[in-house]
């Protein structure tokens, strides 16, 4: 399944891995999770045990990158690089309704 399958779905869990400052500084994706990188290692059984799709997205996509690299390391079974911030929640607007 590709990124927008799962998006159109509308199944799937969203997690932000930036750090709580830049969400209130640049804003988030409501309904998102907060899981900062520094704390995926420490939150794993939290994350692998959602059972749907995961999204995982920050600002660039690099953090979400690595955050999904080992992840995906540990077992998580559906996982999805989410990208940017601003760019999934434009598409996920873009698509509301379509979905």
């Given at each position: 399944m590709s990124l927008i399958?799962?998006?159109?779905?509308g199944n799937y869990?969203?997690?932000?891995v930036r750090e709580p400052?830049?969400?209130?500084?640049d804003g988030n994706i409501e309904g998102a999770k907060n899981i900062p990188l520094g704390e995926v290692e420490d939150r794993k059984e939290?994350?692998?045990?959602?059972?749907?799709?995961v999204i995982i997205f920050c600002r660039s996509g690099?953090?979400?990158?690595?955050a999904l690299e080992y992840l995906n390391s540990q077992g998580l079974a559906e996982g999805y690089n989410g990208?940017?911030?601003a760019d999934l929640?434009?598409?996920?607007?873009?698509?509301?309704?379509?979905?």
């Open positions: 399958d799962v998006l159109k779905s869990e969203l997690i932000d400052m830049e969400l209130e500084m939290e994350i692998l045990s959602i059972e749907k799709p690099n953090r979400s990158g690595k990208g940017g911030w929640k434009a598409t996920i607007e873009a698509n509301q309704g379509t979905f």
